[in-house]
T-cell receptor, first 113, second 116 residues
Framework: GDSVTQMEGPVTLSEEAFLTINCTYTATGYPSLFWYVQYPGEGLQLLLKATKADDKGSNKGFEATYRKETTSFHLEKGSVQVSDSAVYFCALTFYNQGGKLIFGQGTELSVKP | EAEVAQSPRYKITEKSQAVAFWCDPISGHATLYWYRQILGQGPELLVQFQDESVVDDSQLPKDRFSAERLKGVDSTLKIQPAELGDSAMYLC??????????????FGPGTRLTVT
């Protein structure tokens, strides 16, 4: 079945460091891809999305490019802040199948001052 | 900005008791989702509604879980009887059906259930 795999955490970085969180997917067809963020004690928030190959989603300094050839959607940020500490989830969906999200297991990011 | 509301935020119940969670989606959102998130894992869909109709409940343990959205607005998820393995965060999400943000899901804060 369709699935999403993320790099294991926790990831610990110093403030202003470069961030990469790897995400790969397995799917029959071409899904839409998302990154969601979950801050402590809160629900999930959509961070960015890409709906077709080579699309780049971006928001709040975060970027991810939909790579069909490597079935990947890696999340990057050039300079992380303490406020970016959260759990990040990669997810996919097929809109013609009702739009349910299939999530990866999440990657916890901790940014130290 | 409109938000998805859920209550209660926290619930502690004993094994074999009944428990219910409530969700009020963003006004006008036709699609409503219930997800279960076990600690350290990503959310998994339990049930999806389009208006008042169930469109996907393939992962809902129907022997103990039930869900309804009677007027196509708010929704209730019930567990009876609760088991220790049901301890998790229960997330509700809603999405519009049309427009530029069609199918983008907006999540509520969740209900953290602990079964003792």
């Amino acid at each position: 079945g369709d699935s999403v795999t993320q790099m294991e955490g926790p990831v610990t970085l110093s403030e202003e460091a470069f961030l990469t969180i790897n995400c790969t997917y397995t799917a029959t067809g071409y899904p839409s891809l998302f990154w969601y963020v979950q801050y402590p004690g809160e629900g999930l928030q959509l961070l960015l999305k890409a709906t077709k190959a080579d699309d780049k989603g971006s928001n709040k300094g975060f970027e991810a490019t939909y790579r069909k050839e490597t079935t990947s959607f890696h999340l990057e940020k050039g300079s992380v802040q303490v406020s970016d500490s959260a759990v990040y989830f990669c997810a996919l969906t097929f809109y013609n199948q009702g739009g349910k999200l299939i999530f990866g297991q999440g990657t916890e990011l901790s940014v130290k001052p | 900005e409109a938000e998805v509301a859920q209550s209660p935020r926290y619930k502690i119940t004993e094994k074999s008791q009944a428990v219910a969670f409530w969700c009020d989606p963003i006004s006008g959102h036709a699609t409503l989702y219930w997800y279960r998130q076990i600690l350290g894992q990503g959310p998994e869909l339990l049930v999806q509604f389009q208006d008042e109709s169930v469109v996907d409940d393939s992962q809902l343990p129907k022997d103990r879980f039930s869900a309804e959205r009677l007027k196509g607005v708010d929704s209730t998820l019930k567990i009876q009887p609760a088991e220790l393995g049901d301890s998790a965060m229960y997330l509700c999400a809603s999405s519009p059906e049309l427009g530029q943000r069609a199918y983008e899901q907006y999540f509520g804060p969740g209900t953290r259930l602990t079964v003792t």
